[in-house]
T-cell receptor, first 109, second 117 residues
Framework: GQNIDQPTEMTATEGAIVQINCTYQTSGFNGLFWYQQHAGEAPTFLSYNVLDGLEEKGRFSSFLSRSKGYSYLLLKELQMKDSASYLC??????????WGAGTKLIIKP | GAVVSQHPSRVICKSGTSVKIECRSL??????MFWYRQFPKQSLMLMATSNEGSKATYEQGVEKDKFLINHASLTLSTLTVTSAHPEDSSFYIC?????????????FGPGTRLTVT
């Protein structure tokens, strides 16, 4: 079956760095997305990876290894406003989105 | 975890016709369902918020007469794209929201890819 795994919850300190991992097993691959979602709000797009390697966007970076079925989202210089859920989603060969359950990130001062 | 299904997963229709997309929460009752559309490599765009038994609330710029939403029960919401045009071709995603006194969770469907020719 198709499966996306990511940790349920993580805690980090303001100003630090945190890495949120996502592993996947899907029938085909047409890209991996990371979204940020604050409670009660719609998710916002963070990144899209379809080729192996690291994509950097300011404080956020996303890495993909297709051979390992693995991605991570790296957040640097953490701020309190980064407290949110982070969703990993993979688009399979049928262009269907397979969603992870999300990782709740708690930032402490 | 909770499961949300969408049907159909992919549809191709001719310009001028209407298409109905179903969103179902399979093992829970959703207080609210959301409809999104997504263009390639872009963020999800919220189209409307749907509460069971009441009219949907549409986001600014979304035509309510073109995108008809019906939320007949706590487990089913439908989005009908009326008089579809090629520019309506997109990826439509629903999500179901459940909330209690001390929790709030949202689960996404797999999406429906609409192609209008």
């Amino acid at each position: 079956g198709q499966n996306i795994d990511q940790p349920t919850e993580m805690t980090a300190t303001e100003g630090a760095i945190v890495q949120i991992n996502c592993t996947y097993q899907t029938s085909g691959f047409n890209g991996l997305f990371w979204y940020q979602q604050h409670a009660g709000e719609a998710p916002t797009f963070l990144s899209y990876n379809v080729l192996d390697g690291l994509e950097e966007k300011g404080r956020f970076s996303s890495f993909l290894s297709r051979s390992k079925g693995y991605s991570y989202l790296l957040l640097k210089e953490l701020q309190m406003k980064d407290s949110a859920s982070y969703l990993c989603a993979v688009m399979d060969s049928n262009y269907q989105l397979i969603w992870g359950a999300g990782t709740k990130l708690i930032i402490k001062p | 975890g909770a499961v949300v299904s969408q049907h159909p997963s992919r549809v191709i229709c001719k310009s001028g016709t209407s298409v109905k997309i179903e969103c179902r929460s399979l093992d829970f009752q959703a207080t609210t369902m959301f409809w999104y559309r997504q263009f390639p490599k872009q963020s999800l765009m919220l189209m409307a918020t749907s509460n069971e038994g009441s009219k949907a609330t549409y986001e600014q710029g979304v035509e309510k007469d073109k995108f008809l939403i019906n939320h007949a029960s706590l487990t089913l919401s439908t989005l009908t794209v009326t008089s579809a045009h090629p520019e309506d071709s997109s990826f439509y995603i629903c999500s179901a929201h459940i909330a209690g006194e001390d929790y709030s969770e949202q689960y996404f469907g797999p999406g429906t890819r609409l192609t209008v020719t």
